[in-house]
């Protein structure tokens, strides 16, 4: 819809088109910022219908003059750096401007005629680095007289190696400047400067001086509410100790209400009025849910408990395969057992201990009656697996 309807496009985007002409924006009536940027224009036009426009950014084209711009009354920011413009005019009917970036061009070259119409604008923020602006009498002739001027960008001309102390001078006769060229102007540099307009660096350093004494006697000032806060709330932390210490009633039977105690009573009054509006009907199912749910599984578990308690129960009958082996434990097959025959006096499953450095036993050929023994043994615990 936006493709079809131009009325209601608010941004337009033409730059890096090369286009060497700007037309055919009668139709963007509702059209607030146009970038059209590097591009080939030589000169600004197209723009009878844009009464809204906000932001113009025309830079890196190759204007020579500025204008066309009458129907722009609202024009709030207008950018024309890098191009070829050589004078500054055709603004004073722009009562909304409050950016210009103009760096970069050709201004400066006649001197302060090139700039004086800035003299009749509303602009705010101004950047005219990297021109040709030479004549020092630009400051107190245009800039001075710039009763809206708050940022100001100067460097890259010649008038800045000109204008006697740069900084402290225009900081002096801009009385409304918030921003020179890379630094703020903060209060007490104004201070310094306006000294220094007055009565040189001997004054400068004296107002200097002042304000470091005005810092200093504020944080003074600032720690000794401190400390008298402090003392203040020790003092009162006294006092309310000293009346407790000699009252016979308690925070929970003192007559006196205080107002905390007010207040929480009367949200607890307002709870219990309102006790069926504050019911959760969702919390408390989800409640019961989860507690059905744990009765559920504790059941379970104890099911599962009584049954394998059963089971461990179960008395395990064993075959006697020989009086001999009636006192042996058959619960644990070990390896050792089959080629071994238990020592006289040394029950099944416990190693004798042996003596330092002796070397293990040979291990000797097992017995008929022994391997009836194991064989027994292991048929009687595969019988329990079972």
Known sequence: MYYRSEE????????????????????????????????AFDRISGLSQCRNLRSLFLQENCIHKI????????LWNLNLSSNFIERIEGLSHLRSLNTLTIQKNKIGFAGV?????LVDTTISTLDLQDNKIWDPDVLPEVFARMADLRVLYLKGNPCAKKIPNYRKGITAVCENLKYLDDRPVFPEDRRAADAFNRGGLE???????????EENAKHERNMKAFQEMIE???REKRERDAMRAED?????TDPVVTTEQRMQQQVDKWREDNAEDLKDDAREHAERCLQSERETRSADSDAESNECGGEHREPQTEPEASGSTRGEDHRKLVY?????????????GVTPAMPAFQPPPRHSAPTPAHAEKVAASACTELHDLD
């Open 113 to 117: 005629e090139d700039v004086v119409h």
């Open 8 to 39: 209601l496009n608010d941004k337009l985007f033409i730059h890096y088109k090369g286009w060497k002409e700007l037309k055919n924006l009668e139709g963007w009536t509702g059209l607030r910022a146009l970038y059209a940027e590097c591009n």
């Open 203 to 213: 004054e400068e350093r004296a107002e200097r001086r002042r304000i470091k004494e």
């Open 232 to 234: 203040a709330v020790r």
């Open 248 to 252: 016979k009633f308690t925070d929970g």
């Open 336 to 348: 050792e057992d089959i080629w071994e025959a238990p020592e006289p006096g040394v029950s099944k």
């Open 67 to 74: 204008e066309g711009l009458e129907a722009c009354p609202l």
